[in-house]
């Protein structure tokens, strides 16, 4: 069983930033592959970022790419999401997600869900224009 806390969330001005992150109980953390994905008001949730199990993969977006950062300490069971270069339609409710993929490439959490195994209870953030 693993359970996910994000934290980070918040309001801040358009061009600002934020650094979301997301700690991770138990012990098979370095297991799975984890992800971002965000929900605005009205919107079904959307694919952000994700990194593999070992770190060397990365995917984003493309809304994002360039702007977001997704990292990984394993040692501290934890998941960032580096935001920059913020804007009002980044605007949503936060999640992280934990993938049982084994493959070492993050890009298969963009295009199926079939595959996560543990979702966070979400953090709030809100861009202001």
């Known amino acids: 069983q693993v359970q996910l806390v994000e934290s980070g969330g918040g309001l801040v001005q358009a061009g600002g930033s934020l650094r979301l992150s997301c700690a991770a109980s138990g012990r098979t953390f370095r297991d799975y592959a984890m992800g971002w994905f965000r929900q605005a008001p009205g919107k079904e949730r959307e694919f952000v970022a994700a990194?593999?199990?070992?770190?060397?993969?990365?995917y984003y977006t493309g809304s994002v790419k360039g702007r977001f950062t997704i990292s990984r300490d394993d040692a501290k069971n934890t998941v960032y999401l580096q935001m920059n270069s913020l804007k009002p339609e980044d605007t949503a409710v936060y999640y992280c997600?934990?993938?049982?993929?084994?493959?070492?490439?993050?890009?298969?959490?963009?295009?199926?869900?079939?595959?996560?195994?543990?979702w966070g209870q979400g953090t709030q953030v809100t861009v202001s224009s």
């Open positions: 997600a934990a993938d049982k993929t084994r493959t070492d490439t993050a890009q298969p959490m963009a295009y199926t869900t079939r595959n996560i195994d543990y």
């Open positions: 990194i593999s199990w070992s770190g060397s993969s990365t």
